[in-house]
């Protein structure tokens, strides 16, 4: 789990990785642009085939908001294609309802246009290789769910172009899918304006946070004076499963079963933590880790009628990078 810094891009991150840990075997769940800082979960070995059941995780981010300019893409690194400034910016300043009415507008279940330079593909190319090309296109908006927005400060600002902007400081916590750069682009036009992004920080993905989280660079440093593997900030599977996930234990002999790919019948159910019902509604997509009795991630399983039908079956460990 590691803190990323500005600069490189997500894969960048996986290709040091790849190197600190000695083997190819490497993924990343949710990809955090350049500009962006913060949680990003590197899976290596077997558990980068736990990586497709973090994606879809609730993110928290903490960011800034310039109203008052617009670009291409749609955060400070794009070209200015609106500089309106702010109206009323010293109502906005002061705490006007405006400003409160145009965050709630985009907090709940809302439809939101992706970004435009985003890696969806668009007649079979990505969004943002249109953007660099100098197509024109539409994205169609998306169902997204903004859980909470907050903003934490305002402050007047000057903006690169020299337009008199406005600048926030805000915390989002979205569902998966959801743009932060959209947001900031959707709140300035709110407002009558135009708005971008000029600092992204992801703060937690699921239940896995930034205290967490170990900076790049440190593990570099220690790769680099024949330090590691000991000294990276591992999670087992197990703990990572039941911050994502329902976790439910199972016994010797329906751990061998399970592992032959074998269902777990209504006689074997899984003795759950927790609640019992959370097995049934933590997890909208209906899945379940399922652990052994030391706490080894043994499957993510599926709910089917009254079984559990593994998807994802996880062999013991045998070693490191295995």
Known sequence: ?????????????????????????VGHAGTLDPMATGVLLVGVGRATRLLTHLVGADKTYSATIRLGEGTTTEDAQGEFTATPGVPDREVLLAGGPALQDAVASLTGEVQQVP?????????????????????????????????????????????????????????????????????????????????????????AVGGFTLDLAAPLQ???????????PAHLPVVPMGEVARRVLPVGRLDDAAVARVRNGMQVTPAAEPAWEGDPSRALTVDQAGRAALLDEAGELVAVATRAGERWQ?????PPATGAGS
């Open 218 to 228: 440190e593990l570099v440093e220690v790769r680099e004076g024949g330090g590691l």
């Open 115 to 203: 970004s435009a330079v985003s890696a969806l593909k668009v007649d079979g190319k990505r969004a943002h290789a249109k953007v660099r090309d100098g197509e024109e296109f539409e994205l169609a908006p998306r169902p997204v769910t903004v859980y909470s927005f907050e903003v934490l400060d305002r402050r007047p600002s000057t903006g690169a172009s020299g337009t008199e902007t406005l600048d926030l400081d805000v915390r989002v916590r979205v569902s998966s899918g959801t743009y932060v750069r959209a947001l900031a682009r959707d709140l300035g036009r709110a407002l009558g304006s135009e708005g971008h992004l000029v600092a992204l920080r992801r703060e």
């Open 1 to 25: 789990m590691l803190d990323k810094p500005e600069g490189p891009t997500s894969h960048d991150v996986v290709s040091r990785c790849r190197w600190l840990c000695a083997t190819r075997k």
């Open 310 to 314: 593994p998807t994802t079956v996880f």
